[in-house]
């Protein structure tokens, strides 16, 4: 890093050059797969054996991907963050994508942390929503394995942390105000029934200061995707339960009249 950049230029810099650039795209919402001819095609079958129904999904909304990680965990992974809520990235389509970001610059000390959060519906003619997660998880390893710009990449599949998971380790070299930092990266994707979950943890040492330690980096991305799960799964079971109460509330209300 230059050693005139302001802390703030400087830290403005890194946060975007932390992030992968596809997991940028990423955040825009899949495409219809439906025919224009669909409508005479239910018409035709009006009146004939019921059509089949995708199955069933376990999540059927997103929270805030700002929201799957607490504050405590940020003052640990993140020294410094600013904002500590962190910052949303733009999706089309919140209920089916989204993105946070938390960047902080302790000293001469550079972490970043950006969630994704991906959800799948069930498609009869691309697979259920479980299925379709699966799929996506090759594709978020893919973008770190297939770079050539990444070394040193380590993968590993992760036990304990939601349906299936993921690890990989590696290093990257940015360009940030016309001069090259290093980095050491984490991603750790992560599938909880029919969403994905992708963690990219990145951290440096600036001004010549200490590389963090690979070990350490591992530890807080597989942290922070451990409790990004864990927030996750409590939304559903949390809808589950709201779902269930307004029920019972429908019928007692039937039962009055």
């Given at each position: 890093?230059?050693?005139?950049?302001?802390?703030?230029?400087?830290?403005?810099?890194?946060?975007?050059?932390?992030?992968?650039?596809?997991?940028?795209?990423?955040?825009?919402?899949?495409?219809?797969?439906s025919?224009?001819?669909?409508?005479?095609?239910?018409?035709?079958?009006?009146?004939?054996?019921?059509?089949?129904?995708?199955?069933?999904?376990r999540?059927?909304?997103?929270?805030?991907?700002?929201?799957?990680?607490?504050?405590?965990?940020?003052?640990?992974?993140?020294?410094?963050?600013?904002?500590?809520?962190?910052?949303?990235?733009?999706s089309?389509?919140?209920?089916?994508?989204?993105?946070?970001?938390?960047?902080?610059?302790?000293?001469?000390?550079?972490?970043?942390?950006?969630?994704?959060?991906?959800?799948?519906?069930?498609?009869?003619?691309?697979?259920?929503?479980?299925?379709?997660?699966?799929?996506?998880?090759?594709?978020?390893?893919?973008?770190?394995?297939?770079?050539?710009?990444?070394?040193?990449?380590?993968?590993?599949?992760?036990?304990?942390?939601?349906?299936?998971?993921?690890?990989?380790?590696?290093?990257?070299?940015?360009?940030?105000?016309?001069?090259?930092?290093?980095?050491?990266?984490?991603?750790?994707?992560?599938?909880?029934?029919?969403?994905?979950?992708?963690?990219?943890?990145?951290?440096?040492?600036?001004?010549?200061?200490?590389?963090?330690?690979?070990?350490?980096?591992?530890?807080?991305?597989?942290?922070?995707?451990?409790?990004?799960?864990?927030?996750?799964?409590?939304?559903?079971?949390?809808?589950g339960g709201?779902?269930?109460?307004?029920?019972?509330?429908?019928?007692?209300?039937?039962?009055?009249?």
């Amino acid at each position: 890093m230059h050693p005139t950049a302001t802390p703030q230029k400087a830290l403005r810099a890194l946060a975007w050059a932390a992030v992968p650039a596809l997991l940028i795209a990423g955040c825009s919402s899949p495409a219809s797969d439906s025919g224009a001819d669909g409508n005479d095609d239910g018409a035709a079958a009006e009146g004939s054996e019921s059509a089949p129904e995708p199955e069933p999904v376990r999540f059927a909304d997103l929270p805030s991907p700002c929201a799957v990680i607490g504050e405590d965990t940020i003052d640990d992974i993140v020294p410094k963050a600013d904002p500590k809520g962190g910052s949303a990235l733009t999706s089309n389509d919140t209920s089916l994508s989204g993105t946070c970001l938390w960047s902080g610059l302790k000293e001469y000390q550079y972490r970043s942390l950006t969630v994704s959060l991906r959800r799948f519906e069930s498609d009869l003619s691309l697979g259920s929503g479980d299925e379709r997660a699966q799929g996506f998880i090759a594709q978020q390893v893919e973008e770190i394995t297939g770079d050539g710009a990444n070394s040193d990449i380590a993968q590993e599949d992760l036990a304990g942390t939601g349906d299936s998971a993921i690890t990989i380790a590696y290093n990257a070299e940015k360009d940030i105000d016309d001069d090259t930092q290093d980095f050491r990266q984490q991603r750790v994707v992560v599938r909880t029934g029919n969403v994905v979950v992708t963690v990219d943890y990145a951290a440096t040492g600036l001004e010549g200061d200490d590389m963090p330690g690979a070990k350490g980096v591992r530890e807080r991305a597989e942290t922070a995707a451990a409790e990004a799960v864990e927030r996750l799964d409590a939304t559903a079971q949390e809808d589950g339960g709201d779902a269930d109460e307004e029920s019972g509330a429908d019928t007692d209300k039937k039962d009055d009249a």
